[in-house]
Nanobody, 124 residues
C-alpha cells in the first residue's frame, strides 16, 4: 500500500519558520516528481512547490517564491518544505503528493498519490 506521511505542521507566529517533511513508503518514489500543495478553507487546492527526481529542477508559486524552499533526500525517500517568513495567508492544510512523471507538473489532477495533510497555522 502506498503511503505518504507528512509531519512538521503546527502553529507559528508571523515571520517564523516551519519545516514540513513527507516520507514515502515506496522507494521508487525517488524516481518521480514530488510536490507540496495547500488548501485554505473555502479555497481550491494549489501547488506551492515541486521538485523533480534529482532535485535539480524546482518550482515555487509566486506567492511563496523567495520564502519557501523544497528539497528532497532520495536515500530517505523524503521531501521537505522549508517555510520561512511565514505570513497569516500561508495558513492552510499542506499536502504532499507524487506525480509519476519525470517533468514537473502543476495541476492537482496530474498528481497520483497524496498524503493525509498537515495543518499549518500562522498567527498575526
Amino acid at each position: 500500500q502506498v503511503q505518504l506521511v507528512e509531519s512538521g505542521g503546527g502553529l507559528v507566529q508571523a515571520g517564523g519558520s516551519l519545516r514540513l517533511s513527507c516520507e514515502a513508503s515506496r522507494r521508487d518514489f525517488s524516481s518521480y516528481v514530488m510536490g507540496w500543495f495547500r488548501q485554505a478553507p473555502g479555497k481550491e487546492r494549489e501547488l506551492v512547490a515541486a521538485i523533480n527526481w534529482s532535485g535539480g529542477r524546482t518550482y515555487a508559486s509566486n506567492s511563496v517564491k523567495g520564502r519557501f524552499t523544497i528539497s528532497r533526500d532520495n536515500a530517505k525517500n523524503t521531501v521537505y518544505l522549508q517555510m520561512d517568513s511565514l505570513k497569516p495567508e500561508d495558513t492552510a492544510v499542506y499536502y504532499c503528493a507524487v506525480s509519476t512523471t519525470f517533468t514537473i507538473k502543476t495541476r492537482v489532477d496530474e498528481y497520483d498519490y497524496w498524503g493525509q495533510g498537515t495543518q499549518v497555522t500562522v498567527s498575526s
